[in-house]
């Protein structure tokens, strides 16, 4: 039973297109995030939605657009990909309770070329 | 600006020997600093929690420590084995939010048999 997943595992794309990537949890988790892990490794947090609606917003390109249809999915949409958002994006969930632990999705690989 | 430290250089250790990871912050303690382990390929997995009214926790041959007056939390493995060769993460809240983490960069832990 996978807990948290995201779609695809690989995304190989050209400059100036348009992609999206899909996550999903299936926890009962409350909150969800999106993560950039850049090729130092270095993991930083972009979005969290709880319960559906946006609480954290860490000074993002605008070209990224992240949407909750549910409190279970948050995809994440880039637009006019550009050559420095090549990185390793995750997904993650918490209770969104104070202290608790957040499960990671498995990566989803960007490569703009 | 609240910063979490880690050693960036990898961690080379024999089999059956104690490794131990550090990591630091800068401005305030925090409420918590959670430990995560990574693997190559693979999003980060909960590992340990410790609040800052606790010098040490357990679990299996974990321990974490937190000294409010170092700044800093020591990550020990005991009877350390090959499967245990992974990138280890410190994290801290920040921000005011309980549940917003900020990650340190990692530190490799190699074991050799």
């Known amino acids: 039973d996978t807990a948290v997943s995201q779609t695809p595992k690989y995304l190989v794309t050209q400059m100036g297109n348009d992609k999206s990537i899909k996550c999903e949890q299936n926890l009962g988790h409350d909150t969800m995030y999106w993560y950039k892990q850049d090729s130092k490794k270095f993991l930083k947090i972009m979005f969290s939605?709880?319960?559906?609606?946006?609480?954290i917003n860490e000074t993002v390109p605008n070209r990224f657009s992240p949407k909750s249809p549910d409190k279970a999915h948050l995809n994440l949409h880039i637009n006019s990909l550009e050559l420095g958002d090549s990185a390793v994006y995750f997904c993650a969930s918490s209770s969104g309770t104070d202290y608790n632990e957040q499960f990671f999705g498995p990566g989803t690989r960007l490569t703009v070329l | 600006s609240q910063k979490i430290e880690q050693n960036s250089e990898a961690l080379n250790i024999q089999e059956g020997k104690t490794a131990t990871l550090t990591c630091n912050y800068t401005n305030y303690s925090p409420a918590y600093l959670q430990w995560y382990r990574q693997d190559p390929g693979r999003g980060p997995v909960f590992l340990l929690l410790?609040?800052?009214?606790?010098k040490e926790k357990r679990k299996e041959r974990l321990k974490v420590t937190f000294d409010t007056t170092l700044k800093q939390s020591l990550f020990h493995i005991t009877a350390s084995q090959p499967a245990d060769s992974a990138t280890y993460l410190c994290?801290?809240?920040?921000?005011?939010?309980?549940?917003?983490?900020?990650f340190g960069t990692g530190t490799l832990l190699a074991v050799q048999p």
């Open positions: 939605y709880n319960n559906k609606e946006l609480i």
């Open positions: 410790i609040r800052e009214n606790e």
């Open positions: 994290a801290r809240p920040y921000g005011g939010a309980t549940n917003k983490l900020i």
